[in-house]
Structure formats: structure tokens, C-alpha cells
């Protein structure tokens, strides 16, 4: 399991800390390996990140990025979350979720925002759900380091929203829910899930505790990180990935997660088919646990340059930043990547007004403003696709 892994990784990189950096030949060697389908050594990578913090180094890695296309480069996959819970037994610092509270959408409920998601033109969806203890039920006795879930509760959502996509002519259902057992991924992928996400928020194990309960079960770092694995194993053939960017210091992260990424290839195959991007946003951004780690918008475009060059799986920029910013990243970089624009973070909110509290702050975005406006610079905006369109934009290696 990867989190075996992870404190002779974490060692590794410190001890790489005073390394001497590379000069700019030294990375477009590297850059030129990654971007040829190669997988860096963890030396390599660990190198390579460090060097960034020449401003010459991360201005070619940039320039790498803007010269080199991806598949689908002038695609843009939408994606919108459609949450079904926000009642939660963990309680994370940075999590708006964590004050208390929560709703939980009722079947019809849920069955409206599948409907109004579907006459918006949707035919993929992220289902999102906080740790909510009734959709995911402990299965006694209950450990922290062996947990297990009973999830009749949970898997009837997938199972509405995979007969609607089925009845409009299929789709693609990615999830973004707790870290669950072997057997409760293979109902849930019975159920319809294709593409299991979760958020690793940060991969260093100290501020990890420190920023979580350790009673709850998100409390177990390593029970998060081994659930790709555990995903799987139980069939299901996507998986996505990324760290909140803000947590702790960006360039560990990233090698990090890079070495998560060819971890997966090495066992699977298929490292993550989606990378995602987000940033941490909201009240904790002021947060003394993390302000020395924030990261600003020169450093956030450095690592969506990073991420396109390093990773085979399609990037996801979504509405934790604004409209601005994403199409700014699109027309410099390209596209092949998700985006998303239509996005309530609470549960509710398509067919009706949502007044239940949101996990964290989106910008508002006119889907039909902003989809004719990446139109106009010259990209297909996708709301139709699915499992194939996903592995079309991913790039080859090897």
C-alpha cells in the first residue's frame, strides 16, 4: 500500500532539502523525459520541484507547458458537483462542513437536481457527500484502522442518478465521498460509479493530524491514501487525485503526489485519470495553521503548468477560482482539462434556491455567458461526455 511508502518518500525529500538546484538545462532535460512519456526517478522529481524556486526554472517550465499539447486540447470536459449531504462525523479545520448542522437531500429531492442538472445539458456528474454517519453506516465493531461501511443508504443516490444517465442516453458518474472498504466500492460501483475522487489535502502526516480529528474515521491518513488501491481492486477503473493547495508547502505535494501517480501506474496500469487542482479558499485561508503556506495566483499558474507537463491524467480547474482566472489558464495552456461552471457546494441549489450552508466558496458563473465565451476563443465545450471522452484526453506514456 502506498502509505507504507510515504514516510521513506517524505525522509527522501528532505534530505533533498540543501540539494544543489538544477540550472535551466537540467530541467528541460527533465521536462523533456516527463513530457516523452518517461517517469522521473524519485531523485529526478525531487530535484526537478526543488528547482523551481529559480524564477529562470519555473519561467521554462511555463514556457514547456504553453509549447506542448495534450489530447484533446481543444476540449473542455464540464463537470458540476451535485452534493447530497453536508451532515459530517468528521470535523476538518479548513471545512465550512465542520461548524455543525448539515442537510441531507431527500430521494425526491435528489431526483430534482439530477433533473434539472440533466435539462442544463449534464450528462456527467460529481456526486459529493460529507462523511454523513446514516448514508455511511459503521459496521460493528468499527476501527479507525479497519474501517467498514454499510452503504445502502449512500448507494441509492448513485443508483437514481445512473438510471436517469442511462435513460438520457449514458454518462459518467465521478464521486467525491469518504474513503470506504473494498466491498462497499464494489457496490458502489455496481450502483454506477465510474470515477472514485478523493481530496488527499495534504500528505504531510503532522499538519494532517493537525488539521483533523483523529476520533473521526477521516482521522486515519492512511486509510484515505490506500483507498485508491482499494477502488480499484473493486473494478473501478478511474480514479482522481490531488492535494489542497495551501496546506502545507506546494513543491513537497507535488513530488508527492507524482510519486502517488507512477505508485498506480507501477500496480494498476493507470495512474490518475484526473488531477485535480483546488485551492484552499474561504475563512480558514486566514488561518495561522497555514497562512505561511498560502499560495499565491504566480504559484498556483506554476503548478497547473507543472501538473499538465508531469501527469498523463486530465487536469480539473474549478470554481474555487474565478471565471478570470480558469480562462486565463485555458487560453494559456490549452484545454484537455475539466472544468467545472455550474457549482452548488451545498446540497440543493439547481432546482431551487439552496439555503443549506456551502462547504467552501464558489465564483457565480452565467454557464451560457462563460461556455460562449471559451467558445469564442476557440474550444469545444463538452457537457455530453463520458468514460471514453475521459480516456481520449488522457495522454499515453511510453
Known amino acids: 500500500m502506498f502509505s507504507q511508502q510515504l514516510p521513506r518518500i517524505l525522509e527522501e525529500i528532505e534530505s533533498h532539502g540543501e540539494a544543489q538546484l538544477l540550472s535551466p538545462p537540467g530541467i528541460e532535460e527533465l521536462l523533456h523525459k516527463a513530457t516523452e ?39 473542455i470536459l464540464l463537470l458540476p458537483p451535485l452534493y447530497f449531504s453536508s451532515i459530517c462525523e468528521n470535523t476538518c479545520a479548513y471545512c465550512d462542513f465542520s461548524l455543525g448542522g448539515g442537510t441531507r437531500l431527500s430521494l425526491s429531492g435528489f431526483q430534482r437536481e439530477v433533473e434539472a442538472l440533466l435539462s442544463m445539458g449534464y450528462r456527467s456528474i460529481e456526486l459529493v457527500s460529507s462523511q454523513d454517519p446514516e448514508l455511511y453506516a459503521h459496521s460493528e465493531p468499527f476501527e479507525l484502522a479497519d474501517q467498514r461501511f454499510r452503504l445502502d443508504g449512500a448507494a441509492r443516490y448513485f443508483e437514481i442518478l445512473k438510471n436517469a444517465l442511462v435513460s438520457n442516453g449514458g454518462g459518467m458518474i465521478t464521486s467525491n465521498i469518504p474513503p470506504v472498504d473494498t466491498d462497499s466500492f464494489k457496490k458502489l460501483h455496481t450502483a454506477g460509479l465510474d470515477c472514485y475522487l478523493v481530496w488527499l489535502e495534504t500528505f504531510d502526516p503532522a499538519q494532517y493530524r493537525r488539521l483533523h480529528s483523529v476520533s473521526g474515521p477521516k482521522g486515519n491518513q492512511a486509510y484515505r491514501l490506500d483507498s485508491f488501491e482499494r477502488a480499484r481492486d473493486a473494478g473501478i477503473e478511474h480514479v482522481a ?51 505561511q503556506h498560502t499560495m499565491g495566483d504566480e504559484e498556483y499558474e506554476l503548478n497547473i503548468a507543472l501538473d499538465r507537463l508531469l501527469f498523463d491524467g486530465i487536469p480539473w480547474l474549478q470554481t474555487r477560482e474565478s471565471f478570470e482566472m480558469n480562462r486565463h489558464l485555458i487560453n494559456t495552456f490549452g484545454g484537455g482539462v475539466i472544468l467545472t461552471l455550474t457549482s452548488s457546494t451545498a446540497p440543493g441549489g439547481y432546482a431551487v434556491p439552496v439555503e443549506a450552508s456551502a462547504q467552501f466558496p464558489v465564483f457565480k458563473q452565467d454557464l451560457k455567458d462563460t461556455s460562449r465565451a471559451l467558445e469564442s476563443d476557440g474550444f469545444e465545450v463538452r457537457f455530453d461526455w463520458n468514460a471514453s471522452d475521459l480516456e481520449a484526453c488522457h495522454r499515453t506514456s511510453g
Open 241 to 291: 487525485g490531488g492535494f489542497l493547495k495551501g496546506l502545507a508547502p506546494w513543491h513537497q505535494e507535488e513530488v508527492v503526489l507524482y510519486l502517488f501517480d507512477r505508485y498506480l501506474k507501477q500496480r494498476f496500469g493507470r495512474g490518475f485519470s484526473i488531477i485535480g487542482t483546488p485551492r484552499v479558499k474561504g475563512r480558514f485561508v486566514r488561518s495561522g495553521a497555514i497562512r
Open 37 to 75: 512519456g518517461e517517469d522521473l526517478s524519485r531523485k529526478e522529481i525531487i530535484l526537478l520541484v526543488h528547482s523551481l524556486s529559480r524564477p529562470e526554472n519555473a519561467e521554462i517550465v511555463k514556457a514547456t507547458a504553453r509549447d506542448c499539447p495534450r489530447p484533446g486540447d481543444r476540449q
